[in-house]
């Protein structure tokens, strides 16, 4: 079976940093597209930032230059940097793996860990 387990959530003050990480098993991992989605009270989920098998990427207007995702094959993991960090970025953040690209909607997602950001 398959399981992302995310870590490196918690209380952040604005403008500062966190890294966020995501341990992938159970599934041929450098295949498959990766993804950061988030999930603030009373909004919808929103794509964060993904990135694909051969590493290109793709991130949401209100994270580009802010946030960098990046993976490392040989340790099954997938990363969401996270540098000046506004309060609106609070949410749930979810790993997510698609099938085999980021064309369809992730088949895939982790338990989520919380982000806080104070004002």
């Known amino acids: 079976q398959v399981q992302l387990v995310e870590s490196g959530g918690g209380l952040v003050q604005a403008g500062g940093s966190l890294r966020l990480s995501c341990a992938a098993s159970?599934?041929?991992?450098?295949?498959?597209?990766m993804g950061w989605y988030r999930q603030a009270p009373g909004k919808q989920r929103e794509m964060v930032a993904r990135?694909?098998?051969?590493?290109?990427?793709n991130y949401a207007d209100s994270v580009k230059g802010r946030f960098t995702i990046s993976r490392d094959n040989a340790k099954n993991t997938v990363y969401l940097q996270m540098n000046s960090l506004q309060f609106e970025d609070t949410a749930v953040y979810y790993c997510?793996?698609?099938?085999?690209?980021?064309?369809?909607?992730?088949?895939?997602w982790g338990q989520g860990t919380q982000v806080t950001v104070s004002s």
């Open positions: 990135i694909s098998s051969s590493g290109n990427t």
């Open positions: 159970g599934s041929i991992f450098s295949n498959k597209a």
């Open positions: 997510a793996q698609y099938n085999v690209a980021w064309t369809e909607n992730p088949r895939y």
